[in-house]
């Protein structure tokens, strides 16, 4: 219980530390040399704005923002994109195609058969030997009762 606390403390002092840095109450220098403090606002950004500029948008976002991602998510939902990549030509080939594809749908449906039932029949011999050994150990069970009871 104490290894979490002490794990969340930690992650909130090293952001905290984080945001003093990015707002230059605390100031680093990279060379070990004290700089003027006014001159290093100027050259180096806070992190608040390294952060914006890598996401480019403003937060929160505007009325007119919001009502254009409603807008395209309406619209994917209406028209979603097209997902076929072919070519026309091969769209217009796999038409004209038509019976050689129902010639491999049946190749592999027979294909599926052969090896559902190789399955299904490694699985009876695997479960007719199992069943053996259970009756072969109920009956030396049971001799051995008979016999026991017979002394």
Partial sequence: MNEPRR?????SFFFVIIILISEG??????????????AKKKEDP?????????FGKKFPPSSWELIQGAMQK?????????LDFRSNSDKSNSEDKGEDKAE?????????LE??????EESAKLAGGVVGEVVHKTA????????????
């Fill in 7 to 11: 794990f969340r403390f930690g992650f």
């Fill in 25 to 38: 109450f605390l100031p680093v220098s990279a060379d070990g040399a004290e700089n003027d403090g006014v």
């Fill in 46 to 54: 806070s992190l608040l704005k390294i952060i914006s500029g890598i």
């Fill in 74 to 82: 309406i619209q994917m939902k209406l028209y979603p994109p097209n």
């Fill in 104 to 112: 491999k749908v049946k190749e592999a449906a027979t294909r599926s």
């Fill in 115 to 120: 090896v559902s039932k190789e399955a299904i």
């Fill in 140 to 151: 030396e069970k049971v001799t051995k009762q008979t016999s026991h009871d017979e002394m």
